[in-house]
């Protein structure tokens, strides 16, 4: 069943909105259009070792600051050093490593905004201040035309809450995703046994989040 359709994500809106996110990555995107969008994620993702990312994980464990932390404290203009994230709760370190090997300004800040993003990603849920973490995060991102820059900020949000799954443990963070099936209803569809998906969606950076997240258990 995952082989079938994706549901429409609704109209898009205005540049840097929640619903110009979800109706732009390719994860919400059938067809010729998912393909083109998947072409661009894994252009990016070719260009990150999954073993550099588990080092520079490793090491900023390392460095992290033993005393709890809420990101969302940290200041705009936070600047980070190598793979230094002092107080970054270790679950939420692979957002910060992979913002700071793409190149986004302030990984710290990165990882508030891209939560609150991830709690108001898939369509039909919402997050109060979605728009405006977007908003921040996409700010924060290289230029870069609004397609890539949408699969940018998908591949932040995408490595947000499961991967931090991952490295809490749970073997299936990501429970179900949905299908159009072949009468037009959307239908739910079981992700035991394949947690990173199977088929033309599986997950692309599904090597990038295992190396993170033996990187940090």
Known sequence: MLDLPVPDPGPPGPFATMPWLRATVSRFANAETHARRRALAEARLATLDPAELAAAASRAKATADAAPHDPSA????????????????????????????????????????????????????????ADGALAELVDLLPAGEPEALAQHVALLVQACEATAGLIRGDTLPVKATKRVAADGTVVAVDLTGRPFGEGPRRCPGEWHARALAEALR
């Open 74 to 129: 940290a200041p705009r203009g936070l600047a980070v050093a190598g793979d230094a994230f002092p107080g970054v709760p270790v679950a939420y370190l692979p957002v910060a490593v992979l913002a700071a090997a793409t190149g986004v300004a302030d990984p710290v800040a990165a990882i508030t905004h891209t939560r609150v993003v991830a709690a108001a990603y898939h369509p039909g849920t919402d997050a109060p201040g």
